[in-house]
């Protein structure tokens, strides 16, 4: 873990619905706690990290979430119309900005809104921004799902050939290198215990290898069910199954055994997945529909003791 | 009712929803559910992982539509009296035949599609991949080779992206805005107003000479094509309005799933576009009463009985949540089909999985009345 807290910044990807914004801000409170100015940024704009702290609205802001965590949404037009701001000056930005030509010139050149965005977190992320009371230890990165991910670490390199010359492609350039630096940025790639997203998982590491050169310093996954059951349990459970006693005595029983065969089923396709990558670390299904602060708190411990 | 009386009638079905909530898992499962029934039917999915090629057996998807084997469904024990095929829509290919059907002659053809610009195009124009999707629908619908077309929409951070697809491409095929890029000097100047010479060069200022030039070209070559490919657009969108097409919305029961769907609900609704239904998968059972922990000590043991009775305990206050986000859901759908399928012991990426599904999506009570 302190090897990993120490890169500036932290890459959380995955494929959609696998529970990336819970490792985020489970990762982003485990480093706040060792002291790290920390701040989760959010590029999906769904605003889910603010709603764990209740701080919905929070929109393209860095706000103090909780001691030392800060939280911000990163929205593509917003962070471009700020880089251009910097490169010619405020009201010639805003000019550029609001008009139809400069709508056409980011819908057309390739993957402008996405090294917009993840220029922005480069930003976050540098020694020496431009407001020293701004200055963060750790950037976070709740990355969009797989593909969308990909192609937004991509981004920069894509942009910088296609540019050739000039300052965005220098700045391009910079960001590519501070990507694929992995004494500066790590990656954390976030599964569940089924076949699709096990899959999925050991497909991106390897992408991210061969096209970024990157690593993936961990694989968390997520919502592991314990063993409630063990094997024994569910024969005696299977013993008595049916016909016996109120409609909510079988249910009761059904539901255990359920219960049983998840578990079970999520349990080969961990196998499955530590055979690729054998120190991928599990975090509990916690058995709550939604999770508080306090399931973060508790996750967020589990991880800080696993990585 | 059921998911086929959802579709009878229908010969596109839209399978629309975040990520993550089980789509393309539930648009197979659709599709070969009216397949069996005696339909030919064709699924489409963009999803690059493999999932759909997985869950049906087939080493892997092109382009091109491909037949399932009809002794995988033999296997798992289902009936086929019709066809299921399905493909992977490849968004660059479609793209490369797009601008083949549109160019007026080989050179404008060949210097487009050796364009740098045009080449990172397909995964840039932000909604392009939603868009090629429908565009092969559009293909497909009109070659009126299936009965039925299921598409799994691409797996975008918001189902509502979809929607706005055609009309993003139209506007940026719109060839007065292109005027600027072909002409940047004085014909420029009129259609954007003043200031547009210094917005040009402030522009060259960030991007470098050579991205202004590249794009440019692009647009020189692009710009002929450009009313062909935006009348286009225009009656892609079209078709997804018409009484022969219908959205079915795919959730899970998480709140943020469920707040989406709300969304997109009122989207298809103020957008004047057909829905069919939603279908919330993974649905956590159980049913409220009686305190059953003593039952269960007698039947299993004190030790066992209680872990029983607290897995129980654990499974209905799951239940309680989900049935309330559903809840919420209804209100929204004011009486409009519903379905919803448990969360199935084993996980479904094979035929079977799909089979099992199917007895949830096409039993005859499947539409619950809210």
């Known amino acids: 873990m302190p090897a990993l807290l120490d890169k500036r910044l932290i890459v959380v990807a995955g494929k959609g619905g696998v529970g990336k914004t819970t490792v985020a801000v489970a990762l982003g409170l485990a480093a706040a706690r060792a002291g790290k100015r920390?701040?989760?940024?959010?590029?999906?704009?769904?605003?889910?990290?603010?709603?764990?702290?209740?701080r919905e609205g929070l929109g393209y802001s860095e706000a103090e979430l909780t001691d030392n965590l800060y939280g911000m949404s990163v929205n593509p037009e917003r962070a471009l119309k700020e880089y251009l701001g910097q490169q010619v000056g405020g009201a010639l930005g805003n000019l550029l900005f609001n008009n139809r030509v400069f709508e056409y010139f980011a819908a057309a050149a390739p993957g402008?809104?996405?090294?917009?965005?993840?220029?922005?977190?480069?930003?976050?992320?540098?020694?020496?921004?431009?407001?020293p009371g701004n200055r963060y230890d750790l950037v976070i990165m709740d990355a969009p799902a797989s593909g969308h991910g990909l192609g937004l670490l991509r981004s920069p390199r894509t942009f910088g050939d296609i540019a050739r010359v000039g300052p965005i492609r220098r700045r391009a350039d910079l960001i590519h290198e501070f990507l694929t630096d992995s004494r500066r940025t790590g990656v954390v790639a976030v599964a569940l215990p089924q076949e699709m997203p096990v899959n999925e998982t050991i497909e991106f590491r390897g992408k991210l290898r061969d096209e970024m050169g990157m690593h993936t310093h961990a694989v968390v996954v997520n919502s592991v069910l314990p063993e409630r059951?063990?094997?024994?349990?569910?024969?005696?459970?299977?013993?008595?199954?049916?016909?016996?006693?109120?409609?909510?005595?079988a249910a009761a029983?059904?539901?255990?055994?359920?219960?049983?065969?998840?578990?079970?089923?999520?349990?080969?396709?961990?196998?499955?997945?530590?055979?690729?990558?054998p120190d991928a670390v599990t975090l509990p299904y916690l058995f709550e529909p939604e999770l508080g602060l306090g399931e973060y708190e508790r996750l967020s411990a589990e991880l800080e003791r696993k990585l | 009712?059921?998911?086929?009386?959802?579709?009878?009638?229908?010969?596109i079905c839209i399978c629309a929803g975040a990520g993550g909530v089980g789509k393309t898992t539930t648009s197979a499962a659709i599709a070969m559910g009216m397949a069996a029934r005696g339909m030919k039917v064709a699924v489409l999915t963009i999803d690059p992982a493999k999932r759909l090629a997985n869950s049906l057996g087939l080493p892997e998807l092109g382009n091109e539509e491909r037949m399932v084997d009809p002794e995988r469904f033999a296997e798992a024990g289902i009936e086929m009296r019709g066809e299921l095929w399905a493909m992977m829509l490849d968004a660059k290919r479609t793209w490369d035949e797009v601008i083949e059907r549109h160019a007026s002659d080989e050179k404008t053809r060949d210097a487009v599609l050796g364009n740098r610009i045009?080449?990172?195009?397909s995964n840039a124009v932000a909604g392009s991949t939603e868009y090629m999707a429908m565009e092969k629908l559009y293909e497909?619908?009109?070659?009126?080779?299936?009965?039925?077309?299921?598409?799994?929409?691409?797996?975008?951070?918001?189902?509502?992206?979809?929607?706005?697809?055609?009309?993003?491409?139209?506007?940026?095929?719109?060839?007065?805005?292109?005027?600027?890029?072909?002409?940047?000097?004085?014909?420029?100047?009129?259609?954007?107003?003043?200031?547009s010479g210094i917005l040009f060069s402030v522009l060259k200022r960030v991007t470098g000479v050579d991205l202004l030039r590249d794009l440019s070209d692009f647009f020189q070559s692009f710009g002929d094509m450009a009313s062909g490919i935006g009348e286009r657009a225009e009656?892609?969108?079209?078709?997804?309005?018409?009484?022969?097409?219908?959205?079915?919305?795919?959730?899970?029961?998480?709140?943020?799933?469920?707040?989406?769907?709300?969304?997109?609900?009122?989207?298809?609704?103020?957008s004047r576009l057909p829905f069919g239904g939603a279908v919330v998968n993974r649905m956590n059972e159980g049913a409220d009463g009686a305190d059953v922990e003593d039952d269960l000590t007698a039947l299993l043991g004190d030790k066992l009985g209680r872990k029983v009775a607290r897995n129980y305990e654990d499974s209905r206050r799951l239940a309680e949540h989900d049935v309330a986000q559903v809840a919420r859901l209804a209100r929204e759908l004011r009486g409009e089909p519903l379905i919803t399928v448990p969360l199935l012991d084993d996980d479904v990426h094979d035929v079977a999985g799909l089979a099992a599904i199917n007895e949830h999506l096409f039993a005859a009570d499947a539409v619950t009345a809210v």
């Open chain 1, 38 to 54: 920390t701040i989760v940024a959010e590029v999906a704009q769904q605003e889910r990290v603010s709603r764990v702290f209740r």
């Open chain 1, 112 to 131: 402008v809104r996405e090294l917009a965005t993840i220029g922005k977190v480069w930003e976050l992320a540098q020694p020496e921004r431009r407001s």
């Open chain 1, 229 to 249: 059951f063990s094997a024994d349990d569910a024969e005696r459970i299977e013993a008595v199954n049916g016909g016996h006693g109120a409609p909510e005595v």
């Open chain 1, 253 to 277: 029983l059904r539901a255990a055994l359920s219960e049983h065969r998840r578990a079970r089923g999520q349990r080969a396709q961990l196998r499955r997945l530590k055979k690729e990558v």
């Open chain 2, 1 to 11: 009712m059921s998911v086929s009386e959802l579709l009878e009638h229908k010969r």
């Open chain 2, 118 to 121: 045009y080449q990172e195009l």
């Open chain 2, 140 to 195: 497909l619908h009109h070659e009126g080779r299936y009965d039925l077309l299921v598409l799994d929409t691409p797996p975008t951070r918001n189902a509502l992206d979809f929607l706005d697809a055609p009309e993003r491409l139209s506007r940026f095929v719109d060839s007065r805005s292109l005027q600027f890029f072909l002409k940047p000097g004085r014909l420029g100047l009129k259609v954007f107003g003043r200031g």
């Open chain 2, 235 to 270: 009656r892609v969108g079209e078709l997804l309005g018409t009484r022969e097409s219908t959205f079915l919305l795919v959730t899970s029961p998480q709140r943020d799933a469920i707040d989406e769907s709300v969304f997109f609900r009122r989207r298809l609704r103020e």
